[in-house]
């Protein structure tokens, strides 16, 4: 009998564990940032021993990922001998990351809030506009809800998913409702724009909100459906240097080459606006 | 050999074993004492952390408590299900054999090295709304399973099982079948002896897999988010809070996280009192 | 209940047991029990044999827990298992009461809840299978108990809460499995006086299965012998204790055991292993002869004792020497070899020792020759 507290004794050790490993769970969808990031340091630090020029570490939002690659590599092309590595990422995440020292070079953010996080911790310079996104509705393939405008939205008999308030794509999605003045409820508030497209993919929900840039990558899973642009919101993408930069005048290269027309047309060509319209 | 001599002398006698436990070998304690560390510094850390200040203003938020509410019940019926369908089922893989019973095997420890968010896709494609199960039941009830509390359940359900299952399955492996014989012999039928014998004789198993299994509920993330959804009041439990949270405002989550250990550590602590009382009856 | 107050002669007799027991265990080396058992109701039952012998296997195969390869059970006029037949009650429904060896009484119930188990598994209510139980309790003088979990019973009480159990089944065939073999030489005797007043007031047939003789001679009306998956003797306690059938029956009690062939002419048998003794009386059936000879009732000389003392006298040599309780016994190599039981006092007066050269005797009257059919 005496044994039976000691194994509860040990179970809620055990217990504590799975706690933790809860937690662990929660960062499974960050994991390929901080995965990224780990890469990005040890490169920093290969370029502090060795002092290689032109080695650049640029992190950049999630949304950023298709574009970056391919802007980075004209980059290199630009400039030979330069070589840079990226770690994409949520943007609240990776300004954490800036805003606790990890090394890196060049800060390309979805959200401007964020950006003013970073800044307000004296991490980083003066930032710039680059790009724009817009938001999108998506349905899946067949549209089984026949949602063919914003206020089809609003039946109730229609579920749709959006982003959950805490990241940028679920304000942009809530300002979308506020300024149709739709009453929608959700019928779940995802954790980023990835689970939204992946529940209308494979049809548990009719509709779901999501940056046009995600709707043109998806676009033979799932058929997006226009905002008007009076109801539309937007998000503005600023890109800045980190003060802690190692290679301060690259990364001031690499951030002016984003704003670039070459570079501004990758970004059109993926469903960007311009920063300036 | 008396009763009254024996009984009182048994407590003394196991805190003596603990005792000289505590001496063993530095080979032992070494290592023990480095993964106690292991476990507690990381939990210290957080405590370090956590926005004293703020804390009871966010305890007092209404989504908070909905949160750790629709945690603790999604958490104990998923722990509930897991007894109610594990048990049986771990009688089964202890007493049944052949290749078939092998896969099974097997097969219960999948949900254990799967990635939840995988799990979470998998019973999409089970129960979703147009899963292989999910779709006749949609057609005929006008059932739908995913963004329901239901459907929480069952995500936790997914991950907590197979705790319950092999722990249940050992203590079935290791019973001694010679109670079972003398109960057929004093004309009791094989459930009744189930019942009544064999199931008291797990009891400690079944408890601490089912504290297990309620455990790895609680802190379920990627299956619930995946095939639940994240709605706050519906399908939100404290890790959904707590991820979305980290987005915003780590201290935040950082609090959420230390109510959410506090109230599993005291839970725990409740039913451990309440099992030595029983066992001291 | 009933017959706990009425002698079992007094109540109505309950059903015989006939059975012929055949089990066949495949292994390195094949084990076959073969084995006709009949016990009549109110009637004890013991089955005695060394260890591996078959006995709880046979006694395993009665209740229903293991399988009959072939044979039949039956008790009373009904069935209860026959596999050429297809019939085979599983053990719930066999009305038989088993006592393990180990007990096995269940650790997560009181001493009352146990005793109250077959009644709760017929349906009974809690409430009233609780009162019966402590009825059963009371009759047995073990009230006291009821509340305890069986962890805090000594071995004697949990035997005997084990037999409670049994009985308050009320089976028509009552199976003890070394019941004593668990406990305490010292409470051993007390507990065996204890049994035999429980199970005298049993009506139905009881099998007791011991590897222990005390518990034969004690308890039981008749005693089966079992050795190496045959019946090897079968008699009451008596004449298994003066007239061994094997080799091990008499080492059971303790005689000198002996083959051999009737020398009419001579009145004496002469022995297989080489010498000869002279009976009380010879066996009138023809064939092989046994012989048993107390160690006790042989002497020792240093001299070759006078003619006409003891009809068997005969020289030998001293191979051990072993203290025995309050005797010395003797390992003597002669023809035919004996053990002789002697006193300290003669072994210091002879100045008995391994090696010393010795002449035996016995009278007529102490050796007993038997028939080996």
């Not at chain 1, 953010?109 to 710039?128: P, Q």
């Not at chain 1, 990835?194 to 049809?203: E, P, R, Y």
């Not at chain 2, 958490?75 to 049944?96: D, E, K, Q, T």
């Not at chain 3, 073999?181 to 429980?198: F, K, P």
């Amino acid at each position: 009998m005496t044994r039976y507290p000691r194994l509860v004794a040990g179970s809620g050790l055990v217990a504590l564990l799975a706690l933790a490993g809860c937690s662990g769970g929660s960062s499974t969808t960050s994991s390929s940032s901080s995965a990224g990031s780990s890469t990005s340091s040890s490169t920093s630090a290969s370029t502090s021993q060795g002092g290689a020029q032109g080695e650049l570490t640029v992190l950049a939002a999630a949304s950023l990922r298709d574009v970056f690659v391919t802007i980075g590599k004209d980059f290199e092309a630009a400039h030979p001998g330069t070589k840079i590595t990226f770690s994409f990422g949520p943007s609240s995440g990776l300004a954490t990351q800036i805003v606790n020292g990890s090394p890196a070079d060049v800060f390309a953010s979805a959200s401007a809030a964020t950006m003013k996080t970073a800044a307000d911790a004296g991490a980083v310079d003066a930032s710039r506009l680059f790009a724009r996104n817009s938001m999108t509705i998506v349905v899946p393939k067949d549209n089984p809800a026949k949602v063919d405008d914003l206020s089809d939205l609003a039946d109730s008999t229609v579920k749709v998913a959006i982003c959950a308030a805490e990241v940028p794509c679920g304000v942009a999605a809530h300002k979308v409702f506020d300024t149709a003045k739709l009453s929608v409820k959700p019928i779940s508030e995802e954790a980023d724009v990835s689970a939204v497209l992946t529940k209308v993919s494979l049809g548990e929900v009719d509709a779901g909100i999501v940056y046009v840039t995600d709707a043109s990558s998806a676009k033979d899973k799932v058929q997006a459906v226009e905002i008007p642009a009076a109801d539309n919101a937007t998000t503005d993408y600023p890109i800045a240097v980190v003060k802690d930069s190692a290679h301060h005048d690259l990364a001031q290269q690499f951030t002016d080459f984003v704003l670039a027309p070459e570079a501004a047309k990758v970004l059109a060509d993926a469903g960007f606006a311009g920063a300036g319209g | 050999m008396t009763i009254p001599a024996t009984s009182p002398a048994r407590p003394g006698t196991i805190r003596g074993d603990e005792a000289a436990l505590g001496r063993g070998p530095w080979q032992l304690r070494l290592p023990a004492a480095i993964a106690a560390a292991f476990l507690v510094l990381p939990l210290l850390a957080l405590l370090v952390r956590v926005p004293w200040s703020t804390l009871p203003h966010l305890l007092t938020e209404p989504i908070v408590g909905e949160a750790l509410r629709l945690s603790l019940i999604c958490a104990s019926a998923a722990a509930g299900l897991s007894m109610l369908f594990g048990i049986p089922l771990a009688w089964v893989l202890a007493h049944a054999s052949g290749p078939l019973v092998n896969l099974l095997r097997a097969l219960v420890t999948v949900p254990l090295v799967l990635p939840p968010v995988v799990g979470g896709v998998a019973l999409l494609a089970a129960f979703g709304r147009r899963g292989v199960l999910g779709r006749p039941l949609d057609d005929l009830f006008g059932i739908t399973l995913p963004f329901t509390p239901i459907a929480v359940v069952l995500a936790e359900t997914f991950v907590a099982l197979p705790f319950l299952v092999l722990t249940v399955e050992g203590a079935f492996r290791t019973l001694d079948s010679g109670y079972a014989e003398a109960a057929a012999t004093l004309g009791a039928s094989r459930w009744f002896t189930f019942r009544t014998v064999v199931l008291p004789l797990l009891a400690p198993a079944v408890l601490a897999g089912s504290v297990l299994a309620w455990a790895r509920a609680l802190g379920e993330f990627g299956a619930t988010i995946t095939f639940a959804g994240n709605s706050p009041g519906r399908t939100q439990t404290m890790p959904l809070a707590v991820y979305l949270a980290m987005e915003r405002d780590p201290d935040a989550a950082i609090a959420l996280s230390l109510i959410l250990l506090l109230v599993c550590v005291l839970v725990l602590l409740l039913l451990r009192g309440r099992w030595l009382t029983g066992a001291a009856r | 209940m009933r017959r706990q107050q009425q002698p079992s002669s007094g109540s109505a007799p309950g059903p015989a047991l006939r059975a012929h027991v055949e089990i066949t265990r495949p292994g390195e080396r094949t084990f076959r029990l073969a084995v006709d058992l009949a016990a009549e109701p109110g009637s004890v039952v013991a089955i005695l044999g060394p260890n591996g012998a078959g006995k709880t296997t046979l006694l395993r195969a009665i209740a229903g827990l293991s399988r009959l390869d072939a044979g039949r059970i039956q008790l009373g006029d009904s069935v209860i298992e026959d596999p050429a037949a297809g019939v085979r009650l599983p053990a719930a429904a066999r009305s038989i009461g088993v006592v393990f060896q180990d007990y096995r009484l269940f650790p997560t119930m009181t001493v009352r809840d146990n005793v109250a188990f077959a009644a709760r598994s017929r349906g009974a209510s809690k409430n009233s299978s609780r009162e019966s139980a402590d009825q059963w309790l009371s009759r047995f003088e073990m009230t006291a108990f009821a509340d305890r979990r069986p962890s805090q019973l000594s071995g004697g009480q949990a035997q005997r809460i084990a037999l409670l159990r049994a009985l308050a089944r009320e089976p028509a065939l009552l199976l003890l499995d070394e019941p004593l073999a668990a406990l305490d030489a010292s409470i051993r005797g007390v507990t065996r006086d204890e049994l035999r007043s429980y199970v005298a007031s049993f009506a139905g047939p009881t099998l007791l299965v011991t590897h222990d003789p005390l518990d034969a001679l004690l308890l039981a009306d008749r005693v089966v012998v079992i050795e190496n998956g045959r019946v090897t003797q079968e008699a009451d306690p008596a004449t298994i204790a003066s007239q061994p059938a094997t080799a091990y029956i008499a080492g059971l009690s303790g005689l000198n055991h002996y083959r051999g062939r009737a020398d009419r002419a001579h009145g004496s048998v002469v022995l297989d292993g080489g010498g000869r003794l002279v009976p009380a009386s010879l066996p009138t059936d023809p064939g092989e002869v046994l012989v048993a000879l107390a160690p006790s009732a042989i002497t020792v000389h240093t001299e070759r004792p006078p003619a006409g003392s003891a009809r068997n006298t005969w020289p030998g040599t001293v191979r051990s020497v072993q203290q025995l309780g309050d005797r010395v016994r003797l390992d003597v190599i002669a023809e035919p070899s004996a053990l002789v039981d002697v006193t300290a006092a003669a072994v210091a007066q002879l100045h008995l020792a391994p090696g010393s050269s010795v002449w035996l005797s016995a009278k007529a009257t102490e050796v007993t020759a038997y028939s080996a059919s």
